[in-house]
Nanobody
């Protein structure tokens, strides 16, 4: 059974930064794709950023230029560096990984951006 565990969430003022980590119990290069999604209250879950096994990266338009996804194979961990945070970035952030047609999800990390 694959486990993904997020850490690094918290509260920050607008313009601040946070870094999320997602530790995998499996070798991250066994996943076809890994990434981050988020869900704000009353909203649908949306893709934030992902990276495939070959290293190709995609970002949603709403975070492009502010967020950076990266990975560390030795630590079996992926990261989401979030800069210039805005109140509309407030959400629960979920790490995910896909192996073939199966998706795995972490439990989520709360990110709150407010004055």
């Amino acid at each position: 059974q694959v486990h993904l565990v997020e850490s690094g969430g918290g509260s920050v003022q607008p313009g601040g930064s946070l870094r999320l980590s997602c530790a995998s119990s499996d070798n991250i290069f066994n996943f076809n794709r890994m990434g981050w999604s988020r869900q704000a209250p009353g909203e649908q879950r949306e893709l934030v950023a992902d990276i495939n096994v070959g290293g190709k990266i995609n970002y949603s338009d709403s975070v492009k230029g502010r967020f950076t996804i990266s990975r560390d194979g030795a630590a079996n961990t992926i990261y989401l560096q979030m800069n210039s945070l805005k109140p509309e970035d407030t959400a629960i952030y979920y790490c995910f990984g896909q192996i073939m047609s199966r998706s795995y999800w972490g439990r989520g990390a709360q990110v709150t951006v407010s004055e």
